[in-house]
Structures are given as C-alpha cells and as structure tokens.
C-alpha cells in the first residue's frame, strides 16, 4: 500500500474509532434534562433502546417536550420505546400529552393507580389515561422487585404503590449498623411514596433513580438489611428536597457520582447538599440548577441554600437566569462514568472504582 493509502486508511479507521467514540458505541448513555424542577432522565442502552423516566411539567407550550425531544434526537432516537412514569405528580407525569403529540412512544411503564388521598394534580393521571386510551402507546404496571420488562436494560423496580423489594439484590442484604440511630419518618400519603423507583445495572456499576421516593420508603429500603447496597451513579431523589435523599439512604448507597435535577426554586435543601458531600464515596455532584439564596421565595417550601452551599460552577448546569443545558452521562462498558456539562463542555472521568 501506498504511504498516502495507508494514511488515508488510518485516518479511516482513526475516524471511525472517534465516531464510535461520540456515539458511545457499547456504552449506556443517560441524559438527565433539565426541566427545571421536575424530572426527565433519558437512558438509551447500546442497542439503542431507550427508556425515559418521566415526562417534566406540562403546559408552557411544550417547553419540556420539546426539550425531551431535542434530547433524544440529538442521541439518534425517533421514538421513545419506554416511558416510565415514577409517579403522576405534574412535574414528573404533566408532560405525556405533549411529549407523544412529539414523538412515538412505546411502552408506559407505572406503578398502577393514582393514589386516591393525593390532592394534588388528578388532572395529569386523567390526561395520561387518555392518552393509553388512544391506543397509540401500551401501559404496563411494575411491581416492587419486579424485573423491568424492557429490552436491552437490566433493571429493577425497587419500590412501587408504596411498597419496595422484598429480596435484597445479589450481593446486598447485610445489616445496618447505621438504622440504629436513624429516625422513622411518618408515612407519606401522597403519590411521592407511591415512586416507582428503579435500580439498573451496567458493566458491573449500579444506577439508581428512586423518583420523589420519600425517606419512610427510603428507609424500609435499607433498614434493617440494606437491601441496595452500594451504587455508583445516583439520580438523587426529589430533585434534592429534604424530606426524600435522607441521611440513611444516601450513606447505605454511598454513591459515587450524583445528579440532582433541582430547579432554579426547588429542590437542593441544605442538608441533603451536606449530606451528599459528607457522603464516604462521593467523588462528584453535579446540579441541574444554581439554588437561590436563603430567604429567596420559594414554592416548593423546602428549606434552600445560600449560594455557598451550591457546587462549584464547572459542577453546575445552568447559572442564575439560565436554563435548558443537561448532564449527559456516558458509562464505558469497561465501567467508567464519564460526565459531560453541556453548558460548559467539559466532560469529567470517573474510572471504576
Ligand atoms: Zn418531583
């Protein structure tokens, strides 16, 4: 072969090795999308089926539709094949309507009815049963500790309707020594508590995103065995609200790397940003927005931050006055976590630990 040939074919094979690359060929990609408070986490397996938790709030002319959408696209997607709806609150379950008037959707997956004492949004359940009623998209009910039946990821439901996994996951179950001084919160009797929360399993790394699971299911999680065990990626619950993300449950899963999607006034209490940081394995938390200073209105009446508690900005997503930009995870299938902030473009490695 000719010098030129043989440049030529190595810049071939140059190429398409930074092609596979980009496309994160045989990696679990997963794009936690800001929709400012609410939650929509898209993971796309490397056979390139795609699960969606949650759909963001609706309203706002498709804002985070749209945003879903771009998203998915962007990764190479033309449908959705699951959407798991965690719970039918209007920041999680508002934005089915918009989203299938978007793009094809497969599969809904829940936990089965809405919570009848819930006062809060009955309209987002109605509009997401008409939408099945449609017959455009299939609706499945998960139960806690079932397999979910979805192809190309392993994943499990670990809570569901208010109840969680009865066997611990391979490798799990020990006792506590930590639920000895952990408090026992009151039951939830809201649609938080009802999380379909999901544990998922790659290249021998844990990911969990347990939804707005409230720290009295958390709790019945790890306590008195941890059933869970340690993970290596948290989708951190409630958007980093206080009265999920407890103590307990953070430092029995000891995650490596966090994403809280909080939004602009919501989310990111103070004690669950000290909680993660203090966290023994933590190596990186990232946050979908920069949380207001204390004293700030806030909506979701939790308790928020000074600026001071928030992470450093190559950590944070979308400043003051900004929003739209996600974290996009990729997971190696040699196990690395690789973290990108679009905004910044800066993309942080984690090797396996
Ligand atoms: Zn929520």
């Known amino acids: 072969m000719k010098p030129s040939r043989l440049a030529f074919a190595l810049s071939t094979v140059v190429l398409a ?35 969606l938790v949650d759909t963001g709030w609706p309203g706002r002319n498709g804002r985070d539709a749209d945003r879903i959408v771009a998203a998915a696209k962007e990764m190479g997607l033309t449908r959705i094949d699951t959407v798991l709806l965690t719970h039918y609150h209007t920041d999680h379950a508002g934005g089915v309507p918009q989203l299938v008037d978007r793009i094809p959707v497969g599969t809904f997956l829940d936990h089965g009815d809405r919570y009848p004492q819930d006062p809060n949004s009955p309209q987002d359940y109605d509009d997401y049963l008409k939408v099945i009623a449609s017959g455009k998209s299939k609706r499945v009910t998960v139960k806690a500790g079932d397999k979910l039946p979805i192809a190309g990821f392993d994943a499990i439901a670990i809570s569901s309707a208010g109840k969680v996994m009865d066997a ?10 930590l639920c000895a001084n952990a408090p026992a919160p009151a039951e939830d009797t809201q649609e938080n508590g009802q999380s379909l929360g999901i544990l998922l ?31 290596d990626l948290m989708i951190v619950s409630h958007h980093g609200i206080d009265w999920s993300s407890s103590p307990i449950f953070i430092k029995s899963l000891a995650p490596r790397v966090a994403i809280m999607d909080n939004g602009s ?14 966290s023994p394995r933590i190596e990186a938390l ?12 806030n909506p979701g009446g939790t308790k928020q931050e000074g600026p ?5 900005d190559e950590f944070l997503a ?3 006055g900004t929003d739209g930009k996600r974290i996009d995870i990729t997971i190696t299938p040699n196990g ?11 993309t942080k490695h984690f090797p396996r630990g």
């Open 17 to 51: 090795a930074a092609t596979a690359v980009a496309q994160g060929k045989g990696s679990l990609r997963i794009a936690a999308i800001d929709v400012e408070g609410g939650q929509a986490t898209l993971f796309i397996a490397p056979t390139g089926q795609s699960l």
């Open 168 to 177: 611990a996951l391979p490798g799990a179950g020990k006792p506590n020594a």
């Open 201 to 231: 399993r790659f290249a021998g790394l844990k990911i969990v995103d347990g939804g707005d699971l409230t720290s009295d299911r958390e709790r019945m999680l790890v306590c008195p065995a941890n059933k869970i065990g340690p993970v």
């Open 265 to 278: 006034r919501k989310g990111a209490s103070t004690s669950v940003i000290d909680t993660l940081r203090s």
């Open 286 to 297: 990232y946050q979908l927005h920069l949380a207001p200073p204390a004293g700030s209105p």
């Open 308 to 312: 001071d508690h928030n992470v450093p």
């Open 318 to 320: 979308n400043p003051a």
């Open 336 to 346: 690395a976590i690789d973290v990108r902030n679009e905004r910044t473009g800066d």
